[in-house]
């Protein structure tokens, strides 16, 4: 961990406001390879502030990888080139010496761009409140052994519940679609004996609601998962989709 | 005059919550949609809480300054939560959970308010498996355990090592399921800079509106605070960027107490700093020590590659100096030993940095097995090390990871200011001067889902709290006293940055108020924060401007409390002459650095009540110790 500076040029976007037309700024830098992109941009900030000049904003907090508040598209990539990491993960000893980076901010309908990189993704919190949760009021509940769940299934599960909500599965898509975040979600109740009292109801209000926010459809071209941090499978979408199916199937039955 | 009433209720240890839950005041459901709470924060114990009272019927407002209260940093925590199930048929008890907490914060925590917290530790665990959260299970179908330092039992509930994430997602569903039931209104990027007290009770919060700069009002009933930790004082901590202090020190300003500020927990196992450039620093489970052996040179100046070091030449301290506890030690003792060692100059290539070795452990069980464990652990040390953990040991080095002190709380969680209520790490209460892994995602949800819930409308029942006005003339004065604060900060023009002040900070701070305090440090450091507090107010650059989306403003805010509140937790340590927990005086020690308490005088929670900067007064509860002996603490 004694390697030198590399030296890189920036091509940041800045925009003022929502509404405001926004462009590439440029700035040279050099940064130690141990920091990460989000410590590059703060000693950059840092260099701007001292100067006077307003910082480039952009959002992160745990920069651990975990709480899904950061998101850079990077050369191209949401969270960057490289597969399964945040753009907090994303260390300077990934690029050479005297390379050119594009940093914009997660682009979609969906989510507006607030300030330089910060983007609204508010959408994500409308979809989980249709129906993201199993209805079960505090201080009601049987002991945690009394629904043995195979160690699969709660593998399975989490496998779907990993997700950070960091939206880098929408800025990937040509068509902005959320189905991958959503897909996540109605796979780790649906698959949970937790989840099934709910589970057609769910699914059909997590979908009305996606689509009220303005998500596309989904592409199916797997995009989704390549760029994940989490690595979520599109066997989720697949899920969603069945018991999507099987949702609007249930609730003709119903009617009759 | 303030008294400090912790208002125990009587009897034995496990009758006191049952007995105080029946002879709490209860709300009729109709009256209940009356009541207006404020729940500021959204972590585990403000989601929780704020769930749990919608659930109820009282109208809950809840504020958030991120994007999604899906992003509190209760998301990061990533061993696990104990609970006194005892499926593991090892010998655990709720008296057993209860002891090993006591103990490990080296019995300087409220009896009464610990083993509420080991009696309702197994409902959590009940509540979150309702709710969907995916623990980690047997091939039966059981929950699976493990263990965490501080205890021999196996008692610890986890997802991978994500079960904070899984937690707080747990917590989020349940708020939001009360944000579409219309119980729970939903206020994101919100920051409280103010508390608003009406005739000496809690009505109200000031709030700055982080898009637009605002300045807002919001009244109430009762005013819960579930803002957390304030380890990033130090600046470079576990906590997440944005972690701050502000909420409950401007509390602390309005007359809440503030309780044991030195007891802060430096972590054992975290990565090693890299350089001047780091923003923060990462964690690596506690988990990780059921598995690894910690482990430096023999002798200093060895600094030949850990592999090539013979085993008859590596010095397994922790395991030599505790032989029952071993690797498991509790975090202070671990992050103090792993000081010492790297003092003598046998750290890793003479810096600051120790082995956690994983080469037995991969040998017995098989490198799947381990994968299987902590995967998502070892990739993130790769991914930040650029080394290979199961091929090379990791290095590890302690870090500022938890705050025990905290707004001090009487048993209700009521502050000493009547309807402010202060939950989770934001309070001083169960954890003494040390915190077990495992008990900060327990404390969080006890408070959020199980006591607050409860207390809350006792006090409603009993004290009857009328809604004050938004326009009245204390919510006018909190909102111009904001509004002040905010030009000052945008005034001065200095010359230095927020970031570089506040590095200063941490600097001064993990020399003098960290691992190991000693009287002249402590005498000197004050009169260097003093003065690091004036170069703040005097040569600050805070660019930008107040009516607008600017986060150096809001750093700046943050930066200028924790210059408050880092002199008081030198006071605090200063007046704390004895070692206790994670509070090391270096006065006061054996002959081997172990810690000597006292408790002839000491066995008190130190609360203090702020006058004006830099002058604070003292008051004592002291703490009775009923139905455990006061033991010196050995984990030998």
Redesign the interface.
Known sequence: MTNTNINLTLNIWRQESTDAIGDFEQFKVSVSPDASILEMLDELNNKLEKEGKIPIAFESDCREGICGTCGLVVNGHPHGPLPKIATCQLHMRNFKDGETLFIEPFRATAFKIIKDLIVDRSGFDKIQQAGGYVSFNTGSAPDANAIPISKDVAALSLDAAECIGCGACVAACKNSSAMLFVGAKVSQFAVLPQGQPERYERVMNMVAAMDEAGFGSCTNTYACEAECPKGISVTNIARMNRDFVMANVKSKVVEV | MIKLDSKVPAGTLAEKWTNHKFNMKLINPANKRKFDIIVVGTGLAGA?AA??LG?LGYKVKAFTY????????S??AQGGINAA?N?QNDGDSVFRLFYDTIKGGDFRSREANTYRLAEVSN?I????????V??????????ANRSFGGAQVSRTFY??G?T???LL?GA???L??Q??LGNVQ?F?RREMLDVVIVDGKAKGITVRNL?TGEIESYAAQAVILATGGYMNVYFLSTS???CNTTAIWRAHKRGALFANPCFTQIHPTCLPV??E????L??MSESLRNDGRIWVPKKAGDHRPPNEIPEDERDYYLERRYPSFGNLAPRDVSSRSAKYVCDEGRGVNGGRAVYLDFADAIKRLGAHVIKEKYGNLF??YK??M?EDPYKVPMKIYPAPHYAMGGLWVDYNLMSNISGLFVAGEANFSDHGANRLGASALMQGLADG??VI?YTIGNYFGSDKPTKADVNSSEFKESKEQVKENTNKLLTING?Q????IHKKLGHLLIDKVGMSRDDAGLRKVIKEITDLRDEFWHDV?V??KGEE?N??LEKAGRVADFLELSELMAVDALNRDESCGAHFREEHQTEEGEAIRNDKDFAYVAAWEFEKVGKWNLHKENLEFEFVELATRSYK
Not at chain 2, 277 to 280: D, F, L, R, Y
């Open positions: 929780s769930a749990t659930e991120h994007d999604s209260s899906r992003r509190a940093h998301i990061g199930k499926y409902n665990i009940d509540q979150c498996v309702a709710q969907g995916p623990f980690a299970r047997e091939y039966g179908g059981t929950l997802a991978r994500e904070g994430q899984q997602l989020y569903s349940s939001n399921r944000i579409k939903m994101h898009l997440a960027m944005l890299h350089g450039g780091q923003s923060k990462v964690l990739d993130m991914n930040i650029d889902y199980f819930p010359k940055t927020v970031d570089e650059k660019v930008g989306l986060l150096t």
